[in-house]
C-alpha cells in the first residue's frame, strides 16, 4: 500500500491550497479515509474524514468551514481543499487509511506572510 501527498506549499494568510493523497495497493473505493496534520512540537490531530460511500464527512471545529475532503475513487484520490488559511494552519498534512492504519509521507503546508 502506497499514499502520496501532494499539493502542499507556502501561502499567504487567507490564501487556499488543495493537497491530493494518491492511493495505490488497496481497493480505494471500499476504504474510508482521513486527513491529519502535524505542526512543530504539537501531537498529530485530524482535520477531515470521509467514509467509503462518501456520505459521512467530519470535521473538527477548528477547520469547519474552511476546508473541504472528497474523493475521487475513479482515481483512486482524495483531497483536501483548504481555504481561508491561517498561520495556525502551518504543519505536515498526512494522508491516512484507518482501517490498515496507514500513513503516507506528508506535505508540508505553511501559512505566512
Known amino acids: 500500500v502506497q499514499l502520496v501527498e501532494s499539493g502542499g506549499d507556502l501561502v499567504q494568510p487567507g490564501g487556499s491550497l488543495r493537497l491530493s493523497c494518491v492511493v495505490s495497493?488497496?481497493?480505494?473505493?471500499?476504504?474510508?479515509m482521513s486527513w491529519h496534520r502535524q505542526a512543530p512540537g504539537k501531537e498529530r490531530e485530524m482535520v477531515a474524514t470521509?467514509?467509503?460511500?462518501?456520505?459521512?464527512?467530519y470535521y473538527p471545529d477548528s477547520v469547519k468551514g474552511r476546508f473541504t475532503i472528497s474523493r475521487d475513487n475513479a482515481k483512486n484520490t482524495v483531497y483536501l481543499q483548504m481555504n481561508n488559511l491561517k498561520p495556525e494552519d502551518t504543519a505536515v498534512y498526512y494522508c491516512?487509511?484507518?482501517?490498515?492504519?496507514?500513513w503516507g509521507q506528508g506535505t508540508q503546508v505553511t501559512v505566512s506572510s
Open positions: 495497493g488497496l481497493p480505494f473505493s471500499k476504504y474510508g
Open positions: 470521509i467514509n467509503s460511500a462518501t456520505d459521512s464527512i
Open positions: 491516512y487509511v484507518p482501517y490498515i492504519n496507514h
